[in-house]
């Protein structure tokens, strides 16, 4: 057991943490670290920065006050942590937007490229995994937390192309990972017919015969790439195998027809990507997601809010522009909205199997890939965290000195039991996990 759920473990017996250092080689605590508490956690994306003024609570610890972005979050109040001070520190290639998007999950550099944007540096893709998919892989590796999917990567009006200002999750080095805004696609992802497993399972058996012919026939470096497909078709292997054995704790949602992927349709969009999103937890197909709005450099234009303009192009409208921070206000307000709807799902739902509601299982992490938009700054993102799945002390906010962002993700690591010693840029990473408990 780490100390994050020691420290959980002496919260729930009402005593002091004192006491931690004098139970932390007893046995029996020890061997409960093989019966932890189911843990998910969504990290979720919006884009083109906040309004700081309106943002961050004035006080730092149990007292603040929401500001006018975060007051939908009232009533997960004791469920919310709020910091403030976490930078994105990483340089190299790429404009500001570029290393704010695909270096936010992952904490590393943009590897060279030719993708040209609004500095003088092009860029190509993040040069490691995002820490979503590092955390996918480690609960995929133990029996007892491997799920069908391990992570799910869901879109909001996410344009249809592929650059570093689209993708912020990546399953490695050049390795993007394209999330899905069609709800309907989500749908038949998670629920598809068993015809459909059974034809793809015939045609896997053939693929596997074929690669294993092709292989005793190529070089020491073809070999290597075609073991890596290799393992693309074991995988699909095993999910069909785990997709076939399990039953549906909680019946498949019933889609409305109708909503489209586009501008438009984000509020229902939303709706039915959280809703399928509650009901893949629910039935553990997964323990990790992501939820992407638009993407970095993202214009939305929220018709419903009365806002015609697009996003990014108010958000580099000058701070005394009232007309256009009034329509920022109603945008970041949306978006802190559509966090609470999630919450409140998953807070309203059981844990199938456990104690307590799927919030309390679920951590949902909101965050941006810049601090304000009209100074395109990395410094002070947005982080925000609703839920009790990694066992953080929440109802409060923290305000740190400036701090690299990775530290955070070695936080969240540590919480899942997975030691890293550095994520990212080791660099970034010396002074080790930020102390959230």
Request: proline share 7%; aromatic share 8%; hydrophobic share 35%.
């Amino acid at each position: 057991m780490n100390a994050t759920h020691r420290r959980e473990f002496l919260r729930q017996l009402g005593v002091s943490a004192a006491v931690l250092p004098l139970i932390a080689g007893l046995p029996g605590l020890n061997a409960a670290s093989t019966t932890r508490k189911r843990q998910r956690i969504v990290f979720m994306f919006s884009p083109n920065g906040t309004l700081p003024d309106h943002f961050w609570p004035d006080a730092a610890g149990a007292d603040f006050k929401f500001k006018r972005i975060l007051e939908p979050l009232e009533a997960f109040r004791d469920r919310t942590l709020v910091i403030k001070g976490l930078c994105n520190k990483v340089r190299g290639d790429g404009d500001g937007h570029m290393r704010g998007m695909s270096c936010l999950l992952t904490g590393i550099e943009l590897f060279p490229g030719n993708i040209q944007g609004g500095s003088d540096t092009p860029a190509g893709w993040a040069s490691g995994p995002s820490i979503d998919q590092e955390l996918k892989q480690f609960l995929q590796g133990r029996n007892e937390t491997r799920t069908r999917f391990g992570s799910l990567e869901l879109g909001v009006a996410v344009p249809n192309r592929a650059d570093p200002w689209t993708r912020w999750t990546y399953a490695g080095p050049n390795q993007p990972v394209a999330p899905i805004s069609d709800p309907y696609q989500v749908f038949e992802k998670l629920y598809g017919q068993m015809q459909d497993r059974e034809n793809l399972g015939s045609i896997l058996d053939d693929v596997r015969a074929d690669l294993k012919t092709v292989s005793a026939k190529l070089g020491k470096e073809d070999k290597a790439l075609l073991d890596k497909h290799a393992t693309f078709v074991r995988e699909m292997e095993q999910e069909l195998r785990e997709s076939s054995r399990r039953k549906l704790a909680r019946p498949a949602p019933v889609l409305p027809p109708g909503v489209g992927a586009e501008n438009d349709d984000m509020p229902r969009a939303t709706g039915l990507q959280t809703d399928l999103l509650v009901n893949a937890f629910a039935n553990d197909m997964a323990r990790v997601a992501s939820l992407q709005f638009t993407n970095s450099v993202g214009n939305a234009r929220m018709k419903w809010l009365g806002v015609e303009e697009g996003h990014h192009g108010l958000s580099h409208d000058p701070d005394l522009n009232e007309p256009s921070q009034e329509k920022l206000l109603k945008i970041n307000v949306w978006y802190a909205e559509q966090l609470a709807m999630f919450a409140k799902k998953l807070a309203d739902t059981p844990e199938p199997g456990g104690s307590g509601s799927m919030l309390d299982h679920t951590t949902i992490l909101w965050t941006n890939e810049l601090g304000k938009g009209n100074s395109h700054t990395l410094d002070n993102i947005p982080f925000v965290l609703v839920g009790g799945g990694l066992g953080f002390k929440t109802g409060r906010s923290i305000q740190e000195k400036p701090t690299p962002h990775n530290r955070l993700w070695l936080a969240i690591a540590h919480a899942f039991g997975h030691g890293l010693k550095t994520f990212g840029k080791p660099a970034l990473c010396e002074a080790g996990p930020l102390s959230l408990a």
